[in-house]
């Protein structure tokens, strides 16, 4: 059945980190030793605001729709396959009993059925690779929607309050090591983030 579709939220920071990185790049070096700092944790944005809660339910939701016509179809699979048991038993009792034609008959329709749930079986599969799929790029299509308007929520809010450099508080390196080890002086406008994008923010998206 489907995985979790949503990103996790090491994805997340570590795909936050490069797109807030930019915001470091553009600092002029000579007024590098006078900067202003704030630093943010994308990871917490993602997880509170509340647009990303209620896709997050909106995905559940159709995970659940997925789950409960999988179980629609494996209840009509299982059924057919119960019948086409229950024919092979009453074949095996009565086969002293009954005429070559019925036996004919019989053997035709647990063949018919044997078809019949071999395609269902087949089409099940097919559905929910199909489900799957639609339901990862809606997911991945969305995350990245949200991620972009995590960035542009920070950099508007960097200006606004004219901040030199916005760094990713739980940054790391290739090597998985925090890529600051101490930011003294930044100031953490991650909840002010998080209350702007529940105030106003919705990301430009399709979905």
Not at 61 to 81: F, P, T
Not at 127 to 154: D, G, H, M, P, W
């Amino acid at each position: 059945m489907p995985e979790t579709l949503l990103p996790s939220i090491d994805f997340v920071v570590k795909s936050a980190f490069f797109l807030l990185i930019s915001i470091m790049l553009s600092v002029e070096p000579s007024r590098a030793h006078d900067l202003k700092i704030a630093s943010v944790d994308a990871g917490k944005i993602f997880s509170h605001w509340d647009y990303t809660i209620r896709f997050e339910d909106k995905m559940k939701s159709l995970r659940n729709n997925l789950e409960s016509k999988d179980r629609e179809r494996s209840a009509v699979i299982k059924q057919l396959i119960q019948k086409q048991r229950s024919l092979s038993a009453k074949y095996e009792k009565s086969l002293r009993k009954i005429s070559g034609e019925q036996k004919l008959q019989m053997n035709e329709t647990y063949k018919n059925l044997g078809r019949e749930i071999k395609a269902l079986q087949r089409d099940r599969l097919d559905y929910i690779k199909r489900e799957n799929i639609r339901l990862r790029e809606i997911s991945q299509s969305t995350s990245q929607s949200i991620l972009t308007s995590i960035n542009e929520a920070v950099q508007v809010f960097a200006k606004q309050h004219n901040y030199d450099m916005v760094i990713e508080s739980k940054g790391e390196t290739t090597a998985n090591l925090p890529f600051f080890l101490h930011l003294e002086g930044a100031v953490d406008i991650t909840d002010s983030i998080i209350m702007q994008l529940n105030q106003s923010h919705q990301p430009n998206s399709n979905q």
